[in-house]
């Protein structure tokens, strides 16, 4: 059993930054691939970035390529979503998730989810 537990999200200004963490429990946390969505109102929750679970591959779907980075320390149970020159778009419910197979998180796929963390960008 894993239980996250996201946190980091607020309202920022278009072109600023946030980080956003999720705090894992569970002794094994490490042999799980992470990831994050979001969900933006009236939208489908979508994928936005996944990890490994040790850290050696990561993947990010196109709209955050280049602003974006997930990283993950595994000493501390915790997944971190980078964010840089965010945009109005950006603003969503964002979600961290945990899955015992990496290639699964994209398709929404995942065995834990967190509760989510609201990201506001304003113009």
């Known amino acids: 059993q894993v239980h996250l537990v996201e946190s980091g999200g607020g309202l920022v200004q278009t072109g600023g930054s946030l980080r956003l963490s999720c705090a894992a429990s569970?002794?094994?946390?490490?042999?799980?691939?992470a990831g994050w969505f979001r969900q933006a109102p009236g939208k489908e929750r979508e994928f936005v970035a996944r990890?490994?679970?040790?850290?050696?591959?990561?993947h990010y779907t196109d709209s955050v390529k280049g602003r974006f980075t997930i990283s993950r320390d595994n000493a501390k149970n915790t997944v971190y979503l980078q964010m840089i020159s965010l945009k109005s778009e950006d603003t969503a419910v964002y979600y961290c998730a945990a899955d015992g197979n990496f290639w699964r998180l994209p398709g929404g796929v995942a065995d834990y989810w967190g509760q989510g963390t609201q990201v506001t960008v304003s113009s």
């Open positions: 990890i490994s679970g040790d850290g050696s591959n990561r």
């Open positions: 569970g002794r094994t946390f490490s042999s799980y691939a």
